[in-house]
């Protein structure tokens, strides 16, 4: 697969009716640890009087709060960054242990997610990343992967009880696993680019989980595919809990809602047509990677 490609989404949400949009967190810029790997970057919302305001969370993402003035019947978030995939670091090896609390902190456990914490307690014992990948392996084949459109994620309990789930759902079960094994573990959202039937590139948003390994750092798991996290994964936030993780989340007037999606991720060879980003832009836009 490609090393650099551009990599474009949008969302656009329509209302029934006019109405007044709370303050709106946007959670779709990558995180520091791949900050290297962004070449450029673009966030631009609609419509054009929305307010920007660019902060750092209590888990260090770099998060937008968009503020809109007026009612309005759309929404969109748009993002287009230029990504070098071979420059990606994962974990940070010899970092200092975390001090987030929430990313030790446990649920009460059903009667399935006891058992299966229990079948696996030796590998909260050997705290090492290959009895994690073992872990993250049997979630993978305990599991039945299930494309799941509505909001929300399942309790683990649930999860289990199904024997199947979405991403974000097998994910979160190995996090809540995790902490009850004792390691300091974390959601994660971002993108994942695959190569494609066709010979091209898609790309999807995702969710994975990563652990805190002693004298490795934090290393990410694929619930889905069984794998370690690798350069094809670009995480965009950490969080304690899969809600804190949402890539747009706010509220809004009571009405009815729609929204679509659409993804690209391109080869930069063939993107020979992608204009060069600017520094600066209308309001409402953040550009280039000097601002990540």
Same mark, same amino acid.
């Given at each position: 697969?490609?090393?650099?490609?551009?990599?474009?989404?949008?969302?656009?949400?329509?209302?029934?009716?006019?109405?007044?949009?709370?303050?709106?967190?946007?959670?779709?810029?990558?995180?520091?640890? +791949?900050?290297?790997?962004?070449?450029?970057?673009?966030?631009? +919302?609609?419509?054009?009087?929305?307010?920007?305001?660019?902060?750092?969370?209590?888990?260090?993402?770099?998060?937008?709060?968009?503020?809109?003035?007026?009612?309005?019947?759309?929404?969109?978030?748009?993002?287009?960054?230029?990504?070098?995939?071979?420059?990606?670091?994962?974990?940070?090896?010899?970092?200092?242990?975390?001090?987030?609390?929430?990313?030790?902190?446990?649920?009460?456990?059903?009667?399935?997610?006891?058992?299966?914490?229990?079948?696996?307690?030796?590998?909260?014992?050997?705290?090492?990343?290959?009895?994690?990948?073992?872990?993250?392996?049997?979630?993978?084949?305990?599991?039945?992967?299930?494309?799941?459109?509505?909001?929300?994620?399942?309790?683990?309990?649930?999860?289990?009880?199904?024997?199947?789930?979405?991403?974000?759902?097998?994910?979160?079960?190995?996090?809540?696993?995790?902490?009850?094994?004792?390691?300091?573990?974390?959601?994660?959202?971002?993108?994942?680019?695959?190569?494609?039937?066709?010979?091209?590139?898609?790309?999807?948003?995702?969710?994975?989980?990563?652990?805190?390994?002693?004298?490795?750092?934090?290393?990410?798991?694929?619930?889905?595919?069984?794998?370690?996290?690798?350069?094809?994964?670009?995480?965009?936030?950490?969080?304690?809990?899969?809600?804190?993780?949402?890539?747009?989340?706010?509220?809004?007037?009571?009405?009815?809602?729609?929204?679509?999606?659409?993804?690209?991720?391109?080869?930069?060879?063939?993107?020979?047509?992608?204009?060069?980003?600017?520094?600066?832009?209308?309001?409402?836009?953040?550009?280039?990677?000097?601002?990540?």
């Amino acid at each position: 697969m490609t090393s650099r490609v551009v990599l474009s989404h949008q969302t656009r949400y329509q209302y029934d009716r006019p109405v007044f949009l709370g303050r709106q967190t946007v959670r779709l810029c990558p995180v520091p640890q +791949v900050r290297s790997a962004v070449r450029n970057y673009v966030l631009d +919302v609609s419509p054009e009087s929305a307010d920007v305001i660019w902060r750092q969370d209590a888990y260090g993402n770099r998060v937008a709060e968009v503020r809109v003035p007026e009612r309005v019947t759309r929404f969109d978030v748009s993002v287009s960054m230029d990504v070098d995939l071979r420059a990606r670091q994962d974990g940070v090896v010899g970092a200092e242990a975390p001090v987030c609390a929430a990313y030790r902190d446990v649920d009460a456990a059903g009667a399935q997610v006891s058992r299966f914490v229990e079948a696996w307690r030796p590998a909260g014992t050997e705290g090492t990343s290959e009895a994690v990948a073992e872990l993250n392996r049997a979630v993978a084949e305990r599991l039945t992967y299930q494309r799941r459109l509505e909001p929300g994620v399942w309790a683990p309990e649930e999860t289990l009880e199904r024997a199947s789930g979405s991403c974000r759902d097998s994910a979160w079960l190995l996090v809540t696993v995790l902490r009850h094994l004792g390691f300091s573990a974390r959601f994660v959202s971002g993108y994942l680019i695959q190569p494609d039937k066709a010979g091209g590139l898609e790309c999807d948003l995702h969710a994975w989980a990563e652990a805190w390994i002693p004298g490795e750092g934090w290393i990410g798991f694929d619930t889905t595919s069984g794998l370690v996290v690798a350069q094809h994964h670009i995480p965009l936030a950490v969080a304690g809990r899969p809600e804190e993780a949402a890539p747009v989340s706010g509220l809004l007037d009571r009405c009815r809602a729609t929204f679509d999606v659409t993804m690209r991720a391109t080869p930069f060879a063939s993107a020979g047509t992608v204009p060069e980003l600017a520094m600066i832009g209308k309001p409402g836009v953040m550009r280039s990677h000097e601002a990540l």
